[in-house]
Nanobody
Framework: QVQLVESGGGLVQAGGSLRLSCAAS????????MRWYRQAPGKQRELVAS???????NYADSVKGRFTISRDNTLNTMYLQMNSLRPEDTAVYYC?????????WGQGTQVTVPS
């Protein structure tokens, strides 16, 4: 059984920062990809950032230069450092890990940036 526990969401003023964490536990032998998604009210879930086991990263255009994804392979933990937050970043943020033959999602953490 694999579990993902997210933390770090909250309310922050525009221009502020938050750091999300996603800790994976259970029978995990290797993680191919770790990804952050977000879903705003009334919108589809979108991919925000992705990191491979080797540390290669990709970002949505809307967050490039403001968000940084990272991972600690020894802890099976992923992070999303979010700087210069904007009201349009308001969403529920989900982490996802992709392992050989399967994938898992976190429960989501709310990030709110008031306009």
């Amino acid at each position: 059984q694999v579990q993902l526990v997210e933390s770090g969401g909250g309310l922050v003023q525009a221009g502020g920062s938050l750091r999300l964490s996603c800790a994976a536990s259970g029978s995990i032998f290797s993680i191919n990809f770790m990804r952050w998604y977000r879903q705003a009210p009334g919108k589809q879930r979108e991919l925000v950032a992705s990191i491979t086991s080797g540390g290669s990263t990709n970002y949505a255009d809307s967050v490039k230069g403001r968000f940084t994804i990272s991972r600690d392979n020894t802890l099976n933990t992923m992070y999303l450092q979010m700087n210069s937050l904007r009201p349009e970043d308001t969403a529920v943020y989900y982490c996802r890990i992709i392992v050989p033959g399967d994938d898992y999602w976190g429960q989501g953490t709310q990030v709110t940036v008031p306009s």
